[in-house]
Nanobody, 128 residues
Framework: VQLQASGGGLVQAGGSLRLSCAASGFRSDSYEIGWFRQAPGKEREGVACISSSGGRTFYAESVKGRFTISRDNAKNTVYLQMNSLKPEDTAVYYC??????????????????????WGQGTQVTVSS
């Protein structure tokens, strides 16, 4: 059971990055999958989440209109397209998968403790 995150890097403010989260070892198409991020000294917070079918997407207020989450179940991969990046988006980004939590709860404080499957993080750094 594994989630493999990739695509992070260093980008200037206003730039774009696309993160990928590849799932293996489990039926990812029956899980809601999303992205969290954690900046130094801060708690891990939900960024975006997508339903198992891909039909519904949810975003934190801070990224609405700039980030887009999508999934390709044929490739067992979830993507996070990040546009108009800001320095405050700098963080380690983690993808997670869960079958039980409703997608809207992914943005509640502390909910990351209940996410079933985690990938390793990928660093995103936005310079001003």
């Amino acid at each position: 059971v594994q989630l493999q995150a990739s695509g992070g890097g260093l980008v200037q403010a206003g730039g774009s990055l696309r993160l990928s989260c590849a799932a293996s070892g489990f039926r990812s198409d029956s899980y809601e999958i999303g992205w969290f991020r954690q900046a130094p000294g801060k708690e891990r917070e939900g960024v975006a989440c997508i339903s198992s079918s891909g039909g519904r997407t949810f975003y934190a207020e801070s990224v609405k209109g700039r980030f887009t989450i999508s999934r390709d179940n044929a490739k067992n991969t979830v993507y996070l397209q990040m546009n108009s990046l800001k320095p405050e988006d700098t963080a380690v980004y983690y993808c997670g998968a869960d079958q039980s939590l409703h997608a809207t709860s992914w943005f509640s404080k502390g909910v990351h403790r209940y996410i079933e499957i985690w990938g390793q993080g990928t660093q995103v750094t936005v310079s001003s």
